[in-house]
């Protein structure tokens, strides 16, 4: 697999110092000469001299480059087609290897001098509005020209990154290919490049990605492992959407090289479920976590659910059986751990939870079940109001929150409010804390929430959404080691 750095630093003396600083995660080099301060000769020179074997020569034009389009000047700096393609023809002598050029681009000079000079033709077609018509016949018409097919489409949805599977798929006989999913609904085959068929991922580092979905290479190798992953590796992954702010790819995929298992997990940002599903046979995926919003819409689908998920209707891990889907609810006992770890669930009698939606479902029937009289405050106030019902609790308005006679214990903050990255927010700014209650919030993004802080100047004792994401993940990881162990075992 061949893990390509993008050069797009503003500055032609940092996009050499990325070289060298990335030097050992990567195994070639695209010059961007349209992102170049000069587009000179002894820039490139100075690159080939420091780079490995592969390096690229390209000269975007704005209609291919999302980060083209988003520069201030981009119309004003296009040159003209003919000194673009005199640039690139000029530079093929500097050492470079391959030169990528666009589709329907014709350039008889460029290709007759990278045939002398033996340069390799990257012929590239970027589309940011799906998979464009004909894009089989127009991949096999490149190769059979003898020139390295570059398809980087942007699916808009889960639907059309499951089709761009099928595409690559029918695309295997071509091994010399390069085929990029960009965006967030792209991402998984940038760091499983290998499912597209793609010889090659692109990565690039600093404010100015190259393009949407691009990881530095560090990330890309220290968390995804991408040169030691192939076709034998087995998938894992999280479902979500959004999801690439998720942490739990460096979890899963930190124990999974700890406990030398040949496997990775991967993000898949998921707006139709049953395109997963169909996703999920193609490439044979093991097992996934599941977070918002498909935590209670997944059930549907499998072939069956533990108790926990009966009961509470949220499933947030999903394994493959012999008999089909097999869903699981981690959160319930992840949420309670970092509680009992603590010695706070010995005579625990109280707890306000704010929030009503899929983690406060866990929340409120995990407290419930160990004995704890539960409050739920929420700003859908009838989503309280049922939750309360369905799980045996109470429900108290926005405004009378304060009023309830007996004092919390315990206060559980499950709304998303103060997530990252709206992190000023509070929930429930009305509160006001004694400083003798337990505070536990279960977001992880920021560490410490503004309500958790204020509860800290308060005095209270506090616990952040890290030592549940740990804890379920690491219940989760069983299920998946054991998931892994019956395939391979
Ligand atoms: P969800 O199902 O979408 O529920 C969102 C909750 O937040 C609802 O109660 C909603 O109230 C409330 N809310 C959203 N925007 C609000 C606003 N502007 N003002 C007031 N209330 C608002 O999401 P979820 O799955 O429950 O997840 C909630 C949070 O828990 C997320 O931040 C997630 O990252 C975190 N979480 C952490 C862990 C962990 O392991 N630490 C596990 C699961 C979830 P309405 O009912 O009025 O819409």
């Known amino acids: 697999?061949?893990?390509?750095?993008?050069?797009?630093?503003?500055?032609?003396?940092?996009?050499?110092?990325?070289?060298?600083?990335?030097?050992?995660?990567?195994d070639a080099v695209e010059v961007r000469l349209d992102l170049c301060e000069f587009p000179e000769r002894s820039f490139v020179q100075s690159v080939c001299s420091h780079a490995p074997e592969m390096v690229i020569l390209s000269y975007r034009r704005p209609e291919d480059s999302s980060l083209l389009q988003k520069l201030p000047d981009a119309e004003a700096s296009r040159i003209p087609e003919a000194k673009r393609l005199e640039v690139l023809t000029e530079l093929l002598d500097t050492g470079v290897s391959h030169v990528d050029i666009e589709v329907g681009i014709d350039a008889p000079d460029l290709l007759r001098r990278a045939k002398q000079l033996n340069v390799k033709i990257i012929r590239s077609l970027h589309s940011f509005e799906g998979l464009p018509e004909q894009l089989l016949q127009l991949v096999r018409e490149i190769?059979?020209?003898?020139?390295?097919?570059?398809?980087?489409?942007?699916?808009?949805?889960?639907?059309?990154?499951?089709?761009?599977?099928?595409?690559?798929?029918?695309?295997?006989?071509i091994k010399e290919k390069i085929v990029i999913g960009m965006g967030p609904y792209g991402f998984f085959g940038r760091v499983a490049p290998w499912l597209f068929g793609s010889m090659l991922t692109f990565t690039s580092v600093g404010e100015q990605l190259a393009a949407p979905g691009h990881i530095d290479p560090a990330q890309l190798e220290d968390v995804y492992h991408v040169s030691s992953n192939n076709d034998s590796t087995l998938l894992f992954g999280i479902i979500g959407n959004p999801v690439l702010h998720s942490r739990s790819p460096q979890l899963h995929n930190r124990w999974f090289r700890e406990?030398?298992?040949?496997?990775?997990?991967?993000?898949?940002?998921?707006d139709d479920?049953?395109?997963?599903?169909?996703?999920?046979?193609?490439?044979?995926?093991?097992?996934?976590s599941v977070t918002v919003p498909h935590k209670q819409e997944v059930i549907s689908r499998l072939h069956s659910v533990s108790e926990e998920v009966r009961r509470i209707g949220s499933c947030n891990t999903v394994v493959r059986t012999e008999r089909g889907w097999h869903g699981s609810n981690t959160d319930f006992e992840g949420f309670l751990r970092p509680l009992q770890e603590r010695g706070e669930m010995r005579n625990m009698s109280t707890a306000l939870v704010i929030g009503a939606g899929g983690a406060a479902r866990t929340v409120v029937f995990a407290l419930v079940q160990s004995g704890v009289k539960v409050y739920i405050v929420n700003r859908t106030a009838e989503k309280a109001r049922l939750l309360a019902q369905e799980a045996g609790a109470q429900w108290v308005g926005l405004d009378a929150v304060s009023s309830i006679p007996e004092s919390y214990k315990l206060v559980v903050q499950s709304t998303s409010v103060g997530m990252s990255p709206d992190t000023d927010a509070d929930p429930l700014p009305q509160y006001r804390f004694r400083g003798d209650e337990m505070v536990y919030d279960i977001i992880y993004t920021p560490e410490r929430s503004r309500f958790l802080q204020r509860a800290e100047r308060a005095g209270c004792r506090t616990i952040s959404g890290k030592g549940m994401l740990e804890a379920q993940a690491e219940l989760q990881f069983e299920l998946f080691r054991n998931s892994y162990n019956l395939l391979l075992g």
């Open 1 to 26: 697999m061949i893990r390509c750095l993008s050069l797009t630093a503003p500055k032609d003396a940092r996009k050499l110092r990325d070289l060298q600083e990335y030097r050992k995660y990567i």
């Open 143 to 173: 190769a059979s020209a003898g020139e390295i097919p570059k398809i980087a489409v942007y699916p808009r949805n889960s639907a059309e990154a499951l089709q761009l599977l099928y595409v690559a798929d029918a695309l295997k006989d």
């Open 259 to 270: 406990q030398g298992m040949n496997a990775v997990y991967l993000p898949f940002q998921v």
């Open 273 to 288: 479920i049953d395109a997963f599903f169909e996703l999920a046979e193609k490439v044979g995926i093991r097992g996934f």
